[in-house]
């Protein structure tokens, strides 16, 4: 069964904290992004990457950076974790052809105290 | 550019209902569209597709056909149940595979 893992379900860091967020996938897919999803607000935009060493900015990039250097691993950094990054954090992959759905983790529910 | 809008929720069935989720979209070129579902506590997980113009995607009594005429994508299902309780997300892939996402439908069935 294919999967994309997030490496924690719940966390929970102090502000200023830097705090990483990992994602693996076992599909050998090109494409990885990571989401914030808040309520009323749907699912944002963070980073996303379609090579190793590759990452564009999406729609809310401010307070985050990621690394991607291998395929199968796409990591957030929340450089200062503030109070307004408490989210829940959801990462995806996709492989590079057009018209294929995203694979989802199971997400990461992150509380900044 | 792209985007996805779809109705408000939270929306409450009785179970046995129909069920009706609005999706339209505005968007360049010819996409495809997808629908996700997205059950407590748990991550998106793709229920269904269509990738050209008359499309009809179909996954576990789900329905939605891909209107270019009315640039619609609207979830149906004849008989909805508790199970189904989840937030719904309609979705079109543009350029390079990148999604947009809708804001979510939270549906709730009731015994």
Redesign the interface.
């Known amino acids: 069964d294919v999967k ?1 893992t997030q490496s924690s379900r719940y966390l929970v860091k102090r502000t200023g904290e830097k705090v990483f967020l990992e994602c693996v996938q076992d599909m050998d897919h090109e ?1 990885m ?1 990571w989401y914030r999803q808040d309520p ?4 944002r935009l963070i980073y ?1 990457s ?1 090579d190793v060493k590759m990452k564009e900015k999406g729609d809310i990039p401010e307070g985050y950076s990621v690394s991607r250097e291998k395929k199968e691993r796409f990591s957030l950094i929340l450089e200062s974790a503030s109070t307004n990054q408490t989210s829940m954090y ?1 990462c ?1 992959s ?14 990461t529910r992150l509380t900044v105290v | 550019g792209n985007s996805v809008t779809q109705m408000e929720g939270p929306v409450t069935l009785s179970e046995e209902a129909f069920l009706t989720i609005n999706c339209t979209y505005t968007a360049t070129g010819y996409p495809s569209l997808f629908w996700y579902v997205q059950y407590p506590g748990e991550g998106l997980q793709l229920l269904l597709k269509a990738t050209k113009a008359d499309d009809k995607g179909s996954n576990k009594g789900f329905e939605a056909t891909y209107r270019k005429e009315t640039t619609s994508f609207h979830l149906e299902k004849g008989s909805v149940q508790v199970s189904d309780s989840a937030v719904y997300f309609c979705a079109l892939s543009g350029s390079f595979n990148q999604f947009y996402f809708g804001t979510g439908t939270s549906l709730t069935v009731i015994p």
């Open positions: 994309v494409n992004f009323g607000l749907g699912l996303f379609y959801l995806a996709s492989p590079a052809r057009d018209n294929y759905g995203y694979t989802f983790g199971s997400g």
